[in-house]
């Protein structure tokens, strides 16, 4: 009986035996571990260090040579504005549109927002198609310093890395900084400085509470909407900030009202 069940469990000839199978599953699956971590430790010796930014501010960003040379192969010439500003004379009401608008547990999390990254790839998996990112303000700072808009596994484990590091090196204060003032926010134009600036004619710190919920409404597309381009979608989207603000606590009702009927005659 037991020589009749070795034979049974022997490979049929042409076949795969279970334990050839799985022992080229587990090598399969080892090699990728190795792989994985090969990759991690070259990304980790070859990536920039970030502490430089504790208290130098960036003069431009990868992001910024970006769409220059994208510009310049399309056979335009871009102005870069640019314009830097201390955080103390942004507006604080400006701070807690852009949180709330692309990331509202900035303050508590370490650099990735797991919660929202299952969230974002339910509904993208429902719709078929990327309609909602999972990116925290960290990890998008990390891609406009030193990364591209490519989308590919290779650049996003290293913008994962980077961000490790921002997280580790930076105070939150200091990340929220960095970003809104790199952050894209038209045609050339970068950082909130430059952005109030030119779409509103005064310096962030005199910006009123409708500007600022439409200026960060501005970031998830600044190309196709901004407040020069008022299209439905950046008054939906300032509408969305309006109302987390109001379930926030950030504003009143009656903040709320006089604010929604500016927005109303923005776009009218």
């Not at 080892?30 to 971590?37: D, E, I, Y």
């Not at 960003?61 to 510009?71: E, G």
């Not at 650099?111 to 909602?132: L, P, Q, S, T």
């Not at 300032?238 to 987390?244: E, K, P, S, T, V």
Request: hydrophobic share 40%.
């Amino acid at each position: 009986m037991l020589i009749r069940i070795a034979y049974d469990n022997k490979p049929k000839p042409g076949g795969i035996g279970v334990n050839s199978f799985f022992r080229s599953l587990i090598l399969f699956l080892f090699s990728l571990v190795c792989l994985g971590l090969g990759m991690g430790m070259h990304l980790w010796f070859t990536l920039p260090e970030v502490e430089v930014w504790q208290k130098r501010n960036p003069q431009q960003t990868a992001f910024m040579r970006y769409r220059l040379i994208q510009s310049q192969m399309r056979g335009h010439r871009l102005r870069l504005r640019f314009r830097w500003v201390s955080l103390k004379y942004i507006p604080g009401h400006f701070q807690r549109a852009v949180i709330l608008a692309e990331d509202a547990s900035f303050w508590v999390h370490r650099g990735f927002d797991w919660h929202e990254v299952k969230a974002a790839m339910r509904e993208n998996w429902k719709r078929g198609r990327v309609v909602r990112g999972g990116s925290t303000i960290t990890q998008q700072l990390a891609k406009n310093l030193y990364l591209s808009p490519e989308r590919s596994i290779y650049r996003k484990i290293k913008e994962m890395v980077i961000t490790y590091r921002l997280e580790r090196s930076l105070s939150k204060g200091r990340i929220l900084e960095l970003y809104l003032n790199i952050i894209e926010l038209g045609p050339g134009i970068f950082g909130v400085g430059a952005a109030s600036q030119y779409y509103f004619g005064i310096p962030p710190s005199r910006m009123s509470f409708t500007q600022a919920v439409l200026l960060a409404a501005t970031i998830p597309a600044p190309l196709r909407n901004n407040p020069r381009r008022p299209t439905r979608t950046l008054y939906w989207r300032a509408n969305l900030i309006l109302n987390r603000l109001r379930f926030y606590g950030d504003i009143t009702d009656s903040t709320y009202l006089f604010i929604q009927n500016n927005l109303r005659n923005y776009f009218r």
